[in-house]
């Protein structure tokens, strides 16, 4: 089946030690996105890529980082974790689709652990 | 400023009740999702509403869109436990349709 997979599915690292999150689909879709989510809010959007072209949004703290090497893998790399960056963390891809929608499919997350 | 609001944003029911969940939002925009999130999973996508009157059932959840009052509802018939979950609304954003702005979400608790 198609889908959004997102490794590791948990992660634990101590505060100050860089981490990197992953994520790869098979749906072939030109969009992919970052969203941090902690518990009880809506998902924030960290970054974006639409086709190669990278958008970051204008409050994403400069210590997070991502990169996408193809159209199938997109990364988040944190590199420094303070005690506030855990949460989950989700990629989600999207194309356009009828009437120009972009519907958002979600990889299942990362839920990470700063100590 | 772009809005999306839903409420209630807390809502307990017993089972087999109707209830109605609303989200409003200032854009322009005539498109609009619904996604659904169990406790410590990930979203999942219900439904894509896309122009003016358009209604999507799947099985006791029933989405509309009213463009010109900028609102959504999400209709629940005959609650189950298994609905339990929370609900987001989002919009497209007018200047960038492949970026969504997001209501806060209504956490919806069934008890049998």
């Known amino acids: 089946d198609a889908m959004v997979i997102q490794n590791p599915r948990y992660q634990v690292t101590q505060f100050g030690k860089p981490v990197t999150l992953s994520c790869s689909q098979t749906?072939?879709?030109?969009?992919m996105y970052w969203y941090q989510q902690k518990s009880s809010q809506a998902p924030k959007l960290l970054f974006h890529y639409y086709d190669k072209d990278f958008n970051n949004e204008a409050d994403t703290p400069d210590n997070f980082q991502s990169r996408r090497p193809n159209t199938s893998f997109c990364f988040l790399d944190i590199r420094s974790p303070g005690l506030g960056d855990a949460a989950m963390y989700l990629c989600?891809?999207?194309?356009?689709?009828?009437?120009?929608?972009?519907?958002?499919?979600f990889g299942p997350g990362t839920r990470l652990t700063v100590t | 400023e772009l809005k999306v609001e839903q409420n209630p944003l807390f809502l307990s029911m017993q089972e087999g009740k109707n209830y109605t969940i609303y989200c409003n939002y200032s854009t322009t925009s005539d498109r609009l999702y619904w996604y659904r999130q169990d406790p410590g999973k990930s979203l999942e996508s219900l439904f894509v509403?896309?122009?003016n009157g358009a209604v999507k059932q799947e099985g006791r959840l029933m989405a509309s869109l009213d463009t010109k009052a900028r609102l959504s509802t999400l209709h629940i018939t005959a609650a189950v436990h298994d609905l339990s979950a929370t609900y987001f609304c989002?919009?497209?954003?007018?200047?960038?349709?492949?970026?969504?702005?997001w209501g806060a979400g209504t956490k919806l608790i069934i008890k049998p």
């Open positions: 989600a891809t999207s194309r356009p689709g009828l009437a120009g929608a972009y519907e958002q499919y």
């Open positions: 989002a919009v497209d954003k007018v200047d960038s349709n492949y970026q969504l702005i």
């Open positions: 509403l896309l122009s």
């Open positions: 749906l072939n879709h030109n969009v």
